[in-house]
Structures are given as C-alpha cells and as structure tokens.
C-alpha cells in the first residue's frame, strides 16, 4: 500500500471514529479512572471524564501521523501494550494511575542534567522536593511504553507551559525508539553512533538534545515535525526541518528512515516557530 492512500485510509477512519469515543474496554484492564478511550489503530488512547473529547482525538491523529510509515513498529508497539494517556488541564502526573507510586530520581541518575544534579541538595533542589511534587513540577508528560500529555498542549492553549511545542511528538517517539530496539536492531545502533559523533563533534552544546541518546532522538523528532523550540549553536540556527537537515545530517536521515512527511496534520505547532513560556528541560 502506497503511504499516501494509508494516510487518507486512516484520515477517513479518523473522522468516521471521532464520534465514538467511548468507555475503555474490559479487555484492557485500566483502573476506573479512566473514562474516555479511542483507538490509534490499536494504540489505546485513554483520559478521565475531566480531559474534552478533542484532546484525546488530536492525540490519536498525532500518534497515527507517527507511525504511518513503520507498520512494524506500530506492531512492536502494540506487542508491548503501549497507550497514550491525555492530562485534563486541572490534573497532574501523579494524579494519573500509573505515576502514582514514582519516586523522584536519586543525585546518582543518569538522566538529571548537570544542573539538576550541581542543584540536588540545595535549597529547592529535588532532595527538598517530596516524590509527588518533583513530579508535578517536573512534567506535562512522560515517555515510555505508557506515555502521557496533556489537554494544554495538545489543543495549544496560549500562555500555558510548553506552548510552542508539542510535547507528545517528543515523548511518543521515546516509545518509537524503544521499540526500534526490538523491530530494527541496525537503525537503533545507528541511532548510538550518531549520538555519540554529534557529542564527540561538540553539536547541541547547553541543548537538552545532547543530554542522552533518547534525548537527542526526541529533540530530534520534534525539529523533523517543525514542532520545537529555536536552537542557536552560535549563529547557526535549528528550528526547521531543513535546519536539522544542514546541522545534523546523519539525525536527519535516521528520522527520515521511520517518519513520513513533516507536517503532522494534527499537530498545533507545526511551523509556528513559536517561543514557549518557559523552557524546562522535558522528559
């Protein structure tokens, strides 16, 4: 099947469905918080009662955009049980079922950054902070087989955190990497490489892109959807996806390599250029 009659086949499905939003099944076994689901052609795509209907469908049009083009790591994926739960605006990470018993990382965890970790026992630093706190503060969204976002961001309310970016396309494609791992072992090495030469080459310094490997496959992800903040590597500027493409060709065709066209129709950021209100480092 050529990819552009698969992205009509799933545009058409996509409006047919996007009345039938419905009560999660039996079959996926979610706690009794979770009250509204749609399908993401076999990716759950769950929320309370508090989080509105077209939330939960832009996610689902995100989530389909992505893998559109890799039907066996959507396969992988659907292996594995991943879902996509959607934040109400009022709810926080914790409040979500399965962030409820997190624990805020240890000084020794590869994934704080420097400053996190210089910061650690200092006044306000995360050993002040008790585990639902460091996580409230920390995210509108995490990675992972269960990945999360929320309403603010997917519907791109002005003035709210993370505005001018799309923090499900980032915390998605942790999940695609992951399953990469398991359905294209070559490209998930190649992706290794490429991290470590941009971090031997001195590419994305002070850029959360250059903090781990996943990391700079998200940021990554983001710049090739046009749906990430500005970066400024002296004169040299990364928003776009041709941007990417002239600083970190090897990143760039990698993405090109799992991901179809650039624009996520979807997506509320694509080609904005916007900058957020703040610029926490993301999950």
Known sequence: ?????????????????????????????????????????????????????????????????MLVKR?????????????VLV???????????????????????????????????KPGGIASMTDREY???RARGMGGTVTSCAEENLLG?????YYGENILVHEFSHNIMNALRVCDTTLYREIHVAYDT???RGLYKGQYAINTVAEYWAEGTQWWFWSNIEFYDGDTRVQTPDELKAYDP???????RVYL???????????????????????
């Open 157 to 161: 309310y002005p003035g709210t955190r």
């Open 261 to 283: 066209g650039h624009h996520n129709p979807a997506d509320v950021y694509y080609a904005k250029n916007l900058r957020p209100v703040r610029r926490d480092r993301r999950p």
């Open 135 to 137: 996580w409230n503060r």
């Open 1 to 65: 099947m050529r990819f552009p009659l698969l992205i009509v086949l799933l545009t058409i499905t996509a409006r047919l469905s996007a009345q039938h939003l419905g009560a999660p099944p039996d079959s996926l076994g979610l706690d009794t918080f979770y009250k509204k689901y749609t399908d993401a052609g076999g990716i759950p795509i769950v929320s309370s009662e508090k989080a509105p209907d077209t939330a939960l469908i832009v996610a689902r049009d995100i989530v389909n955009y």
């Open 87 to 121: 934040m109400a605006q009022s709810e926080m990470e914790t409040d979500l079922p399965e962030r409820r018993s997190w624990k805020k990382p240890t000084r020794d965890d590869p994934r704080l950054t420097p400053g996190e970790r210089d910061n650690y026992d």
């Open 198 to 200: 941009a971090k031997a």
């Open 250 to 256: 090897v990143l760039y065709h990698l993405l090109e």
């Open 71 to 83: 039907p066996d790591v959507r396969a992988t994926l659907i292996q594995h049980k991943a879902r």
